[in-house]
């Protein structure tokens, strides 16, 4: 069950992507999303207009894993049981990924945060840091189009049948993590289900 949320009404400084004073005015944006929705794709489109770093959750994970870090042997054993990444263990290496010298000026975070939990969480963490996240991108395609290119694209070792059930149980978590972002007026809602430029242009446009 996913844990309690802190609302905290948000500043009115900071409504629609703004800062108050002291903030940085570099861009952070969350690509969210269902597999399948593009959010790779739209990441590195945006991360080479902005000039920003594209961070994958994913090459996060592996690159810690590589360097044989603390965190990252505690992932690799996480892994080697069959266990999922806890929050707590995939947070701690949000941070350290987000505090790296590239990052400094911003960033496109893929794929994180995927509860309201861990997106409370990455904002008392962007607190700290006098920043927050710009605006959450939420690629909106109908369920039928996520299986299809879900499929598509599948290895051979994937299992269709257990795609379909991530697909399909998407909303039990994004749901209120969408709700979250919009409460604080920082989310925005983008058509995925058309060509990659034409993805692009709507988000550039939401947030000019």
Do not use: C
Not at 54 to 71: K, Q
Not at 79 to 94: F, P, R, T
Not at 172 to 191: A, K, S
């Amino acid at each position: 069950m996913e844990k309690a949320i802190r609302l905290r009404k948000p500043r009115l400084g900071l409504l629609r992507g703004g800062y108050e004073k002291g903030y940085l005015s570099s861009m952070r944006l969350l690509i969210l999303g269902g597999p399948g929705s593009g959010k790779g794709t739209q990441s590195q489109k945006l991360s080479e207009h902005f000039g920003i770093p594209w961070i994958s959750t994913g090459d996060t994970l592996r690159a810690e894993i590589a360097a044989d870090s603390p965190l990252g042997q505690q992932v690799s054993e996480t892994l080697a049981k069959g266990e999922l990444v806890s929050d707590k263990l995939m947070i701690a290496l949000i941070k350290e990924r987000l505090q790296q010298p590239d990052a400094a000026k911003g960033w496109i975070l893929d794929g994180y945060p995927r509860t309201a939990f861990q997106a409370e969480e990455l904002d008392f963490f962007l607190d700290t840091l006098n920043t927050q996240v710009n605006y959450a991108i939420w690629l909106e395609l109908p369920a039928h189009a996520l299986i299809e290119r879900s499929e598509n694209r599948a290895a051979i070792d994937d299992n269709p049948e257990a795609l379909r059930r991530r697909i399909e149980t998407l909303a039990e978590t994004t749901i209120p993590m969408l709700e979250y972002y919009d409460y604080r007026q920082r989310l925005l809602r983008i058509d995925g289900n058309q060509p990659p430029d034409d993805v692009k242009r709507e988000i550039l446009g939401g947030i000019s």
